[in-house]
């Protein structure tokens, strides 16, 4: 349907384990973003990946860290899980060298819980 | 950076009347403002964009309004169906690599 996998769809840690959420990207599509969005709220950017590399972060701390493959996959990793990580994590593929204006394709996205 | 603001949290409207949302944003600089529609437990979904070098468009019964003086922008959605009703956001980008997403408004139609 949408191009953009996520996998799991579904995962449960506890507080200060470690996670790795994994983002298949659309087919011509050579960026990946990853959102964070918690219930009730709209999502918010954690970081982008172009051409392997980050570029762009937002507002979260280094314990969230990411990783681009050639063939444009992402991985998302999360270390010493908190409470507050419990959310929706959403990958959104796009093509436009890192740009936010080309009209992203989200996955259906990684429901995480910590307990 | 970048901040959107999104009214009202929650709608609700019979089937057949419109549904208006308003977004203010505050970064004159931002250019592509895209709405999206999420449905319970999947992914969100782009229905309609709007570039800063247009105050209007129109796809079927969605439309999607800008004004760049007032740093502003609304989803207008006519002839209400009961599978309108989502969540839906609108987001603010085109300056940088992220959009900046609003808090999301809770549209029901009623039947």
Redesign the interface.
């Known amino acids: 349907e ?1 191009g ?1 996998t996520q996998s799991p769809t579904h995962l449960i840690k506890t507080r200060g384990q470690q996670v790795t959420l994994r983002c298949s990207s659309q087919s011509g599509h050579n ?1 990946v ?1 990853w959102y964070q969005q918690a219930l ?6 954690i970081f ?1 990946y ?1 051409r392997e590399e980050e ?2 972060r ?1 507002n979260f701390p280094p314990r969230f860290s990411g990783l681009q493959f050639p063939n444009y996959s992402s991985e998302l990793n999360v270390n010493a899980l908190e409470l507050d990580d419990s959310a929706l994590y ?1 990958c959104a593929s796009s093509f436009g060298q ?4 080309y ?7 990684t429901r995480l819980t910590v307990v | 950076g970048e901040n ?1 603001e ?1 009214h009202p949290s929650t709608l609700s409207v019979q089937e057949g009347d419109s549904a208006v949302i308003k977004c203010t944003y505050s970064d004159s600089a931002s ?2 403002f ?1 709405w ?1 529609k999420q449905e319970l437990g ?5 229905i309609i ?1 709007i ?1 800063s070098n247009v105050g209007e468009k129109k796809d079927q019964r969605i439309a999607v309004t800008l004004n760049k003086t007032a740093k502003h922008f609304s989803l207008h959605i006519t002839e209400t169906q009961p599978e309108d009703s989502a969540v839906y ?1 609108c ?1 603010a ?12 408004t809770s549209l029901t139609v009623i039947p």
């Open positions: 949408t953009v960026t973003s009730g709220q709209g999502p918010q950017f982008q172009y570029n762009g937002g959403l890192g740009r936010s204006d009209g992203y394709t989200f996955g259906s996205g | 959107v999104q250019n592509y895209p999206y999947k992914r969100p979904q782009l964009d570039r956001f987001a980008g085109g300056t940088g690599n992220q959009f900046y997403f609003g808090t999301g």
